[in-house]
Structures are given as C-alpha cells and as structure tokens.
C-alpha cells in the first residue's frame, strides 16, 4: 500500500495541518543562529521533490551552505552591495516597467518593510543598509541557492516556482521559517564561482531557512492578500 493509499484516520486533522502550513508561511527577514541538522534539511528538500513537473523532468538543482561556506558568500556578497557593485541578474524578475495594481502593492509593502526597520523616506542609506541583509540571508544558518538549466523552457520555471513552494510549506512542519531570495541571483558570477556552477546553468534565486528570531521588528510586517473576488472567475453555465 502506498502512502497516498494509506487510511487517513484523522481527516480534519490532516486539513487543518496542511492549512496552518500554508497561512502561516510568511517571508521571515531575521533568524536566529540556531543550528539546523542537516538531516533535516534534507528530509525537507527530498519531500519538496514530490513537487510536479512537466514530463517529470524535475529540473531543480539545490545548493545548501552550511556554516563556513555560507560565511564565505555572505561576506563576498554584501561587501559587493556595500561598494555600490552593480546588479547583474540574469533575468527580469519584475516588470520593466511598474503599473497598477503592482505598484501600490510593491510600495505598501516596502513602507511597511523600512518602517519598522526604522528607515525614513527618504534615507537612502538606511534603505541600502536594510538591502543588504538580503546578502548575509536576515542571519539564517542555512542557506540554499537554485539553478536551472539555460535551455530548459517557460514550463520548467513554473515547475520549479512549485518546488520551492513546497520547501517552504515543508519547512513550517518542522518549526522553521523560510525566506525566498531573488537578491541572491544578483551576483550570479561571485555564486556560480564559490559554489562550483557551470555557466550553462543559470543562478535562479536563493532562500534562506531557520527559526524566526522573534525579536526582528520586520518579522512584525502584515502582508495583504487580495480578497478571492479579486483574482478569482467562476464559469458555471
């Protein structure tokens, strides 16, 4: 019998397990040093890759940094957003150009961010300063970094946006948090040389895992959600 096939003896249970996961997902911007056993991590990512994938292609790979590795990528990393070092992802992750609703979605949500991290409108280097927290993973103690293959198609990202949904969920199971990282993309030569990548590879994003650290004041931040209404058509008849 397969676990899928298994009796369910608690079924309001097992809802309420799966729902608690997914409301209480959030992107946590500050952790606690706390080590996390590599057993796991990988427990998590080996759940994760029940993910879907087209043609069951999986084309996720995962890079976890643990202690000095991860140091050494914190410290490249951030010493390059501190020279002002310029930006080169790969791919547009966000629009080239913003408009509504985005906008004011993108712009409540960073208010949000700088003001409870104590940053004023205006203070650019607050806001640099804040940025580059990014670059040390918010002081998670494990870090993982995404890559695809170039040529793999549209198809395949979707897929891959799946997986990452599922370490996320996984990761609440175990009492952790999680935070997704597109920054972690914007430095692909630095990753891609300390981590070993081949170029026909391309560095996708990066996430980092651990306890919340309760203590943040930006792990307080409340992000919105649109009401079903808004994003959501019945077609009945």
Same mark, same amino acid.
């Given at each position: 019998m397969s676990e899928r096939d298994a009796p369910v003896l608690d079924a309001e249970a097992v809802r309420a397990a799966v729902e608690w996961a997914i409301r209480t997902r959030r992107s946590v911007r500050g952790f606690r040093p706390t080590p996390i056993p590599r057993e796991t991590v990988e427990r998590i990512l080996t759940l994760a890759s029940r993910a879907p994938s087209g043609s069951n292609m999986q084309p996720w790979k995962v890079h976890v940094l643990l202690g000095p590795a991860l140091e050494r990528l914190r410290a490249e990393l951030l010493a390059l957003h501190e020279a002002g070092a310029p930006e080169a992802r790969e791919y547009d992750y966000y629009p080239r150009e913003w408009r509504q609703p985005y906008l004011d979605r993108r712009r409540r949500l960073g208010w949000g961010l700088y003001a409870l991290a104590g940053v004023e409108k205006g203070d650019r280097v607050g806001a640099a300063r804040q940025r580059g927290r990014n670059y040390v993973l918010f002081g998670a103690p494990v870090g993982m970094i995404f890559t695809i293959d170039r040529d793999l198609g =549209?198809? $395949?990202? +979707?897929?891959? /946006? *799946?997986?990452? %949904? !599922?370490? *996320?969920?996984?990761? =609440?199971?175990? /009492? +952790?948090?999680?935070?997704? %990282?597109?920054? +972690?993309?914007?430095?692909?030569?630095?990753? =891609?040389?300390q981590l070993g990548i081949p170029e026909d590879e391309l560095v996708l994003c990066g996430m980092a895992l651990g306890?919340?650290? $309760?203590?943040?004041?930006? !792990? =307080?931040?409340?992000?919105?959600r649109e009401p079903l209404g808004a994003f959501t058509i019945f077609h009945e008849t």
């Amino acid at each position: 019998m397969s676990e899928r096939d298994a009796p369910v003896l608690d079924a309001e249970a097992v809802r309420a397990a799966v729902e608690w996961a997914i409301r209480t997902r959030r992107s946590v911007r500050g952790f606690r040093p706390t080590p996390i056993p590599r057993e796991t991590v990988e427990r998590i990512l080996t759940l994760a890759s029940r993910a879907p994938s087209g043609s069951n292609m999986q084309p996720w790979k995962v890079h976890v940094l643990l202690g000095p590795a991860l140091e050494r990528l914190r410290a490249e990393l951030l010493a390059l957003h501190e020279a002002g070092a310029p930006e080169a992802r790969e791919y547009d992750y966000y629009p080239r150009e913003w408009r509504q609703p985005y906008l004011d979605r993108r712009r409540r949500l960073g208010w949000g961010l700088y003001a409870l991290a104590g940053v004023e409108k205006g203070d650019r280097v607050g806001a640099a300063r804040q940025r580059g927290r990014n670059y040390v993973l918010f002081g998670a103690p494990v870090g993982m970094i995404f890559t695809i293959d170039r040529d793999l198609g =549209r198809g $395949s990202w +979707l897929d891959f /946006g *799946m997986f990452l %949904q !599922n370490i *996320m969920i996984a990761a =609440r199971g175990h /009492g +952790l948090d999680t935070c997704p %990282q597109a920054a +972690l993309a914007n430095y692909p030569d630095v990753v =891609r040389r300390q981590l070993g990548i081949p170029e026909d590879e391309l560095v996708l994003c990066g996430m980092a895992l651990g306890f919340e650290d $309760s203590g943040e004041p930006v !792990n =307080r931040l409340a992000v919105e959600r649109e009401p079903l209404g808004a994003f959501t058509i019945f077609h009945e008849t």
